[in-house]
């Protein structure tokens, strides 16, 4: 298993700002992976980021609205753009293959 | 359409009060089902991979069993400290990673001292 720190862990944010919530873990790894948990929800796959590419973007996600970085294999973050209050949701990131271990999360308010 | 459920949405038991939690999945074909822990404020615990029907592992108090249509969570003689959020999930035969993990909504599990 990884350690998975994540900043911050919880923010207030105005309408129509952005939000940059950066992941670190403790160990080289080529993928790591952005979700969303919206309450009473499932998580929701957002995006893959793998070092040295572009992040691949699950249906429903675009890069315009959560660009991600990935500078290199400890380190990502994802931008949340433009927000609006459906936003509003906890945005986690994990690593692994099948088995999947998670930051613990950065939970995102918009007013 | 690939599809997990699970039920209860919530469950209360008294400290010592045995149970089981559902998941059930309607895939296209099962490749792998996961279950995770999920405290308050945190990110999801890995517990469990069940790969075939008939499988079953345990942790503690948990025990996690597989079907061809659903998997049980059975919490014996659960703690207090047993309370959370358990949540599965299941990824499609013939794919991996992560793009490929279909979670439910989760089980809220609350054990009365």
């Known amino acids: 298993s990884a350690v998975i720190s994540q900043k911050p862990s919880r923010d207030i944010c105005q309408r129509g700002t952005s939000l940059t919530i950066q992941c670190q873990v403790d160990?080289?790894?080529?993928?790591m992976f952005w979700y969303r948990q919206q309450p009473g929800q499932s998580l929701t796959l957002i995006a893959t980021?793998?070092?040295?590419?572009?992040?691949?973007?699950e249906s429903g996600f675009v890069i315009d609205k959560f660009p991600i970085s990935r500078p290199n294999l400890t380190f990502s973050t994802l931008t949340v753009s433009n927000m609006s209050p459906e936003d509003s949701s906890i945005y986690l990131c994990?690593?692994?293959?099948?088995?999947?271990?998670f930051g613990p999360g950065t939970r995102l308010t918009v007013t | 359409e690939d599809q997990v459920t699970q039920s209860p949405e919530a469950l209360r038991l008294q400290e010592g009060e045995s149970s089981s939690l559902n998941c059930s999945y309607t895939?296209?074909?099962?490749?792998?089902l996961f279950w995770y822990r999920q405290d308050p404020g945190k990110g999801p615990e890995f517990l469990f991979t069940?790969?075939?029907a008939g499988e079953e592992k345990e942790k503690e108090r948990l025990k996690a069993t597989l079907t061809k249509k659903e998997s049980f969570l059975h919490i014996t003689a659960p703690k207090p400290e047993d309370s959370a959020t358990y949540l599965c999930?299941?990824?499609?035969?013939?794919?991996?990673?992560?793009?490929?993990?279909?979670f439910g909504t989760g089980t809220r599990l609350t054990v009365i001292p």
């Open positions: 994990s690593v692994g293959w099948d088995e999947q271990y």
């Open positions: 160990s080289q790894v080529t993928m």
């Open positions: 980021a793998n070092q040295g590419s572009e992040a691949t973007y």
């Open positions: 895939v296209s074909g099962l490749r792998g």
């Open positions: 069940l790969y075939s």
């Open positions: 999930a299941v990824q499609v035969l013939g794919q991996t990673g992560a793009n490929n993990l279909f």
